[in-house]
């Protein structure tokens, strides 16, 4: 069974960009959840959804992220325009439900110029 | 407030021995789930164990066991023997059931598995 796929792997990009992070939960889990790694902040959980519904999304640092799940096997992040310190790795991960262990994907690091 | 902590930053064990990480967590909700998780130097991260406040006995995967105390409110992981391949990242974490389901993650204890 495949588990979370993020894509890209890695990013590169200049200050002011748009950045477009993506994410297939495992299927026939309901939750999904965006995460922020960081060696300052550690690991911050961003904003998550149950089924399809954006639940929390008081961990969003600024609204230059946004975060959609138009359906149950597709997430994206956003962030415009970005900026150095959105340098990170950040991870997606899904859950069968809310309150159960998470399974995360390998992350996406991303590197602002 | 939520809180989760873990005051170890490192920690060394002998190849073969057991060895305990420490975690200690913060919370008003009476129901909740604590979590293991392990990141290598790859960086993915896995998932090893899970306890909720109500289960009275310990939880255990195989080589992994957690000491749930919870007046101390403390969940310590416990690996027994431990192999090589379990150097890298620890995560305690927690998911209070109340106020929305929020996971929090503590800083994490590296471990360093000694030949």
């Known amino acids: 069974d495949a588990g979370v796929i993020q894509s890209p792997r890695h990013e590169v990009t200049e200050m002011g960009q748009e950045v477009t992070l993506r994410c297939k939960p495992i299927?026939?889990?309901?939750?999904l959840f965006w995460y922020r790694q960081t060696m300052m902040r550690g690991l911050e959980l961003l904003i998550y959804?149950?089924?399809?519904?954006?639940?929390?999304d008081s961990g969003m640092p600024e609204d230059r992220f946004s975060a959609k799940m138009p359906n149950a096997s597709f997430s994206t992040l956003k962030i415009q325009p970005s900026e150095p310190r959105d340098s990170a790795v950040y991870f997606c991960?899904?859950?069968?439900?809310?309150?159960?262990?998470?399974?995360f994907g390998p992350g996406t690091r991303l590197t602002v110029l | 407030a939520q809180k989760i902590t873990q005051t170890q930053p490192g920690m060394f064990v002998q190849e073969k021995e057991a060895v305990t990480l420490d975690c200690t967590y913060d919370?008003?909700?009476?129901?909740?789930?604590l979590f293991w998780y392990k990141q290598p130097s790859s960086g993915e991260m896995i998932f090893l164990i899970y306890?909720?406040?109500?289960d009275e006995q310990n939880a255990t995967e195989g080589r992994y066991s957690l000491n749930f105390q919870k007046a101390r409110k403390s969940a310590n992981l416990v690996i027994s023997a431990s192999q090589l391949g379990d150097s890298a990242m620890y995560f305690c974490?927690?998911?209070?059931w109340g106020g929305g389901f929020k996971t929090i993650f503590g800083a994490g204890t590296r471990l360093f598995v000694k030949a």
């Open positions: 991960a899904s859950s069968p439900e809310v309150f159960n262990e998470q399974f």
């Open positions: 299927s026939g889990h309901n939750s």
């Open positions: 306890q909720g406040s109500y």
């Open positions: 974490a927690m998911t209070p």
């Open positions: 959804f149950n089924n399809n519904v954006p639940i929390d």
């Open positions: 919370t008003s909700d009476q129901s909740y789930g």
